[in-house]
Structure formats: C-alpha cells, structure tokens
C-alpha cells in the first residue's frame, strides 16, 4: 500500500473516530466517576459491560464504514443479469436510466454518490462520518449502531457527570475537573445528534422511504408521479423487508404491484 494511502479520508476519520471514542473512555475511567467507584467496591460487572458496549460500538463503526453499502456492479453478474431479465418481464410505467457518470443501468432507487463515484442501490446518504455510502446492504447495520451508539454515550453522560463535583474557587475545580466537563459537554452534544438521526431513520424504515427520497422526492421521477410512496406496505412488512429481507422482490416489482392497486382504486371509484 502506498504511503499517501494512509492519509485517505476514510482512513483518517476511521483513526480519528477510534481516538476519540477510546480517548473519552480512558477520561470517564480516570476520573472520580461511578466507574471508579465500582472498581473501588469490587463491582466489576458493569465497568466491564461498558467497556463491551464501547467496544461494540466501535466494531459495529467500522463494519458500516469498510462494508460495501451495495454498489451497483459495472459487470453484471449471473444472478444480477436473471433479475434484470425478470425485471424486464414487468410493465415499466419508468424506464430504467443509465447513469451519466459511471454509464451502468441503474436499477430503481439507486443513486450515483459523487464522492464514492459509485451507483448504490437504494441510496439512502453519504455519510462522511463513516466517509461510506448508507445503501441497501449496511443500512440495517447503520440503524444498529446508531442504536448501541446512543445507548453508550447516554451511560458516558451520566458517568461524566456523576464526576463532577463543583466547588470553588473555580479555577482549582476548573483544573481538576475541566477535562471531565468538556468531556461532558462532548457527550451531550453527540447524544444529541445520535438521538436525532436514530428517530429520523428509524421514521424513514418504517414508511419504506430513504433520506434521498424525502428530501428529494419532487426530483425523482418515480416519486413525482405518484401522490403516494409506492414501496410503504405497512409497518410490519416494511421492518420485516428492512432487517431480514422479508418479503423478497425487486422494487421495481412492487413499483409496478402499487401502479396496479391504485389502478383498481380508480376503476373501483369510478
């Protein structure tokens, strides 16, 4: 590997997120907080189940930021080329396009990411936290660690401050605590964030929608034309289609299932 690769974004913010998250760990251990109390009283349980979670999280981290999000192939494989011929046996209201950068069929629901320079399927964001797309195939994971990853910063913020114990003069608590507070200050803010896109995403899984669709659905062909979202089939069949895949089928089969229900709608109607 070149030396220069090692200067990459995605490498660089990896390093620095492992940094970060370790390096408030090692404060909220060093400091006068619940974790040193239990260490004091023999209660090594719960600074262990900590230290898992933490752990988790991170692994969690780098498994959505390294993982492919479902990059489209350029060379379609076997089993790619069947579904497209499947595909192709379904009435198409929309054509599928060809995407000007990197020139492959886009299926439906993918979108090109200028930064990966890749089409993904069913493009939710780039995220440059992760420096990685958000797509069909870590999404799931994406949720999970957003989940476990507010779960770990609401029990740091509470260990922050269960160490801080203000007194004065100020400026000796300031020495003495400082790190801490700013840690604490750390910890709220990114709990704050994590609590904002967890109930963001969580409400976009369970109308079967991405960030790119709600955001840009007046853009896209396939959601200008419909007054509806063509893919919500319900809470319990949306969660079951996200987290394991349940039911099975191409969008643009259930693209084309909903073009045929609202069809019996209005012929009912009528």
């Given at each position: 590997m070149a030396p220069w690769a090692l200067l990459s974004p995605g490498v660089l913010v990896r390093t620095g997120h492992t940094v970060l998250t370790w390096g408030i760990t090692l404060v909220l251990f060093l400091h006068d907080?619940?974790?040193?109390?239990?260490?004091?009283?023999?209660?090594?349980?719960?600074?262990?189940t900590f230290l898992l979670l933490v752990l988790g999280s991170l692994l969690l981290y780098l498994a959505v930021s390294l993982m492919d999000p479902g990059y489209v192939n350029v060379q379609p494989q076997p089993q790619e080329e069947v579904k497209e011929q499947q595909t192709a046996m379904v009435p198409q209201a929309i054509p599928l396009r060809r995407c000007r950068y990197c020139l492959v069929l886009q299926p439906l629901r993918a979108r090109h990411c200028r930064e990966c320079r890749r089409c993904v399927r069913r493009y939710d964001h780039h995220c440059p936290w992760m420096e990685n797309c958000v797509g069909e195939r870590n999404h799931p994971l994406f949720v999970a660690y957003l989940a476990l990853q507010l779960v770990v910063l609401l029990w740091g913020l509470y260990l922050a401050w269960s160490g801080l114990h203000f007194f004065q003069p100020w400026g000796l608590w300031l020495r003495s605590s400082g790190l801490l507070f700013a840690t604490f200050l750390l910890l709220s803010l990114f709990s704050l964030v994590a609590s904002l896109l967890l109930a963001s995403h969580l409400y976009l899984v369970a109308s079967n929608t991405t960030t790119w669709e709600f955001i840009s659905s007046h853009r896209i062909a396939y959601l200008r034309q419909r007054p509806s979202n063509p893919f919500d089939r319900g809470l319990t069949r949306n969660l079951a289609h996200f987290f394991c895949g349940w039911p099975s089928g191409s969008w643009e089969t259930l693209w084309a299932e909903g073009e045929e229900e609202e069809e019996e709608g209005r012929s009912q109607a009528v």
């Open positions: 907080t619940a974790l040193r109390q239990w260490e004091e009283q023999g209660e090594l349980l719960l600074p262990l």
